[in-house]
């Protein structure tokens, strides 16, 4: 009852609660979050804000019966006032009997207080991680302990705005494969001005795993007939969104062995789609968040390589052959460790989820397929003569041999024709220069292309071009008498003087 809630307020010390760690004049306030600390002491936890929502919302309906929610915050040394203003925006906003409880997770922040006093408030509950655990696992705990059939992921530095929860749950009741977000207004980080996004983006991403809002295309807009009706997206920003419990379980909660942050909505964002869900935006739901412009807090690992470990598995795991893409457009991600991927690959084929190449057709069409990054086709030239392939009667696969270069129009002949991919192939249709054994004077032959062989792989480092596995380089022998002398190539140790070991790559 009201009066229940108002005691409950009233044990809770809120000015002793935002005493600690405030904001000191002479101090940078940006310091410690990335935000104005300063701005945000200074606006009372339960402020007004803009009712941001087309104006159609106010008119809407929706069913009595809809399912309550758990809420689930993660944080990790928040600010007090931004945490505060968090969830009292949420205990505020949203109609009582639909919030089971209000789960903070501490992600070990240095004050088990900031967590800890927050308990005293009505619904909600305090989880401490005795470690550092990251934004995945510290939600994989909260949903675990939920007790509602519903979770709602929020951030927190947010302020939820009128109605926003009605109808995120309205949907999921329709149809609880659905996995919904609100459009996510904007928290100025310097002044904490609210301010309403534009209602007609949609999450995008490009093929380095970039997430960036898009503005619907004039299709898409035109194919609209109701401004507030949902728009289906290809990808969540990842903070904030609302999903069945027992969805949110079946497909696999989060993939646990990523860290930290960042990349898991490309992991979520592609399991639900392709595993039977849908992802959708909901322009009567508005919730504000703090965008900063970098992190406050400290990445173990580093920020780029834990971004870019997690988009790796994401991609070793859902992009099937289009990971390519993914590694031409992040050479860093090469050769770079990722972990054991073995489960979320069984997950996958359990679920028996829809191919990426149905991903890129069904869901994500403007994504384009690149064209140039992959690939670049020309000669392979030693002074006036073009590494050759030649079918024999005695072998398998064609042979190899350095001949004069022929070149009509600057096209080179089919058998001198070589492609130098995107991960350090050089091949010809399926055949690549292969080399069996590492030792110097090994042979250089074509074999079928093995994707990530490391003896099939090959550098181009100045004039040399270095072989990845043996860390030798490409050279050529003459063998038989000097009448009917031939060229074998071969890999030897790196010599800068060596004639022999001098290639021009002639690729376009």
């Not at 032959?445 to 550098?459: A, F, H, T, V």
Request: aromatic residues 10%; contains cysteine.
């Amino acid at each position: 009852s009201d009066v229940d809630w108002d005691d409950l307020w009233d044990q809770f010390e809120e000015r002793r609660y935002l005493s600690a760690r405030r904001w000191k004049g002479g101090e940078d306030p940006y310091r410690l979050h990335a935000f104005n600390q300063r701005e945000s002491e200074r606006i009372p936890s339960d402020r007004a804000i803009r009712d941001t929502r087309h104006h159609r919302c106010t008119t809407l309906h929706y069913r009595q019966d809809l399912p309550p929610t758990s809420v689930i915050i993660t944080f990790h040394n928040e600010a007090r006032s931004t945490l505060l203003r968090t969830v009292r925006s949420v205990l505020n906003r949203t109609p009582v009997h639909l919030v089971h409880e209000i789960i903070l997770v501490d992600d070990f922040s240095d004050d088990p207080d900031d967590c800890r006093l927050l308990g005293k408030l009505p619904k909600v509950k305090c989880l401490r991680n005795g470690q550092r655990e990251g934004l995945i696992r510290s939600r994989i705990r909260g949903a675990d302990v939920a007790q509602a059939g519903v979770l709602t992921f929020l951030d927190s530095h947010c302020e939820v705005n009128k109605d926003w929860l009605l109808p995120l749950l309205q949907r999921i009741k329709e149809d609880p494969t659905r996995v919904v977000s609100p459009i996510i207004d904007i928290i100025n980080l310097d002044t904490f001005a609210y301010v309403a996004a534009s209602s007609d983006l949609r999450g995008g991403f490009d093929w380095s795993l970039h997430f960036k809002w898009e503005q619907l295309s004039p299709e898409q807009k035109a194919k609209r007939l109701d401004p507030i009706e949902p728009i289906k997206t290809p990808i969540i920003a990842g903070g904030l969104f609302v999903i069945e419990k027992a969805w949110f379980n079946h497909l696999g909660k989060y993939d646990s062995a990523m860290d930290i942050w960042g990349g898991e909505n490309f992991e979520i964002s592609f399991r639900v789609w392709m595993c039977g869900g849908s992802l959708e935006i909901i322009p009567c739901s508005r919730v504000g968040h703090v965008f900063r412009k970098k992190h406050p807090y400290i990445f173990p690992e580093g920020n780029a390589n834990t971004y870019i470990k997690n988009t790796k598995r994401t991609a070793e795991v859902w992009m099937d052959e289009f990971k390519q893409y993914y590694y031409a457009a992040r050479p860093a991600a090469q050769g770079r460790p990722y972990g054991n991927i073995q489960s979320r690959v069984e997950l996958r084929k359990r679920l028996k989820c829809h191919s990426f190449k149905w991903y890129l057709e069904n869901v994500y069409p403007e994504l384009r397929i690149p064209k140039e990054s992959l690939y670049q086709t020309g000669m392979i030239r030693q002074r006036q003569s073009c590494l050759e392939s030649h079918k024999s009667e005695a072998q398998e696969f064609p042979v190899l041999s350095l001949n004069p270069c022929i070149s009509s129009k600057g096209t080179a002949a089919t058998a001198q024709e070589w492609t130098y991919t995107y991960n350090y192939q050089v091949r010809q249709q399926q055949l690549c220069l292969s080399v069996y054994t590492l030792f110097p004077g090994s042979q250089v032959l074509l074999s079928p292309c093995k994707e990530g062989d490391n003896k099939q792989r090959w550098g181009k480092v100045g004039s040399h071009i270095e072989h990845v596995a043996s860390r030798f380089c490409l050279d050529t022998e003459t063998i038989g008498d000097t009448n009917e002398s031939t060229k074998e190539l071969v890999i030897n140790p790196c010599e800068s003087t060596a004639m022999s070991q001098r290639w021009d790559m002639v690729m376009s």
